[in-house]
């Protein structure tokens, strides 16, 4: 794992990690549908540690002298509970409200489906409009676009960056509107009328639905320019526009740094 930071004296620090996911380590955890179960906390965990190097770089300099804080699993699990928190609300709202209107069968599905998306837009809305996070959306869209470049074979120059789009299908934005769809189907296999037992497969299948959404975003990336794959990928990277921003060509740097450096280890690795 590559992470790469400019600090505020506009140097680009870079940290390395060897990262070997439990799913490499024993063949059972690496089967389709399992293996993205897996990577969901992994992920996470990745995520959060690179924001809290992030936030270390940062104050670094105001701090000099001090030793930087670790980001530990004490503080990973605390991370993990509030995103837990925050995925069961998403799922259990829509389930209360649309119990709260009487509807049943597939329609009850559907509204359920459309209420969950509704949050998810306002709160992505809410993010985009935050001033303060606006340049993590930016990096988000130099991520991307280092991505693109790289997986379209040009040089990885700012100049050939900055030419690709800040749209990308394997998007963890794509990623959360599969789930949509995925819970969609799921839910309505569940033949108990019972309240009780419906409203905890809301939070037990959650797991459920992020091993299926996985291997569906992974097929996505495999059959990337197949019509179907594009028309399904459509809403997902649509709401990107949300979840980016255009970054400036210092970001663009730090991506770059970043993706060309994550290339060169794993080729190595590979060797």
């Known amino acids: 794992m590559v992470m790469c930071v400019r600090k505020p004296n506009s140097e680009i620090i870079t940290n390395v990690e060897e990262v070997k996911s439990l799913s490499q380590k024993h063949r059972a955890l ?44 004490k503080e990973f699990a605390v991370a993990i509970a509030l995103a837990l928190g925050v995925a069961s609300l998403f799922f259990v709202l829509p389930f209360l409200f649309t119990t709260w209107l009487g509807l049943t069968g597939i329609v009850f599905n559907i509204v359920e489906a459309a209420i969950r998306l509704t949050l998810f837009l306002a709160y992505l809305t809410a993010i985009a409009s935050w001033g303060q996070f606006r340049r993590v959306l930016q990096y988000h869209g130099a991520e ?17 960056v900055r030419r690709y789009s800040r749209l990308h299908p394997r998007c963890g934005t794509s990623f959360i509107f599969i789930t949509v769809i995925v819970s969609i189907v799921l839910f309505s296999l569940i033949p108990s009328s019972d309240f009780f037992i419906r409203l905890s497969s809301r939070v037990l299948l959650i797991p ?39 970054p400036s060509d210092d970001m663009l740097e730090v991506a770059i740094k970043a993706v060309c450096e994550a290339t060169r280890l794993a080729g190595s690795t590979a060797k």
């Open 208 to 246: 459920v639905i992020a091993g299926i959404s996985y291997e569906l975003l992974r097929l996505s990336g495999k059959y990337r320019d197949s019509a179907v794959t594009k028309i399904l990928t459509f809403p997902g990277v649509t709401f990107q526009r949300l979840t980016t921003k255009e």
């Open 30 to 73: 690496g089967v389709p549908f399992i293996r993205g179960i897996v990577a969901l906390p992994e992920t996470l965990y990745l995520g959060f540690k690179g924001l809290f190097f992030s936030a270390n770089a940062a104050v670094e300099d105001e701090a000099e002298g001090e030793e930087s804080e670790k980001f530990t699993w």
């Open 144 to 160: 991307h676009k280092a991505i693109n470049a790289l997986e379209a074979g040009v040089p990885m120059s700012v100049e050939n």
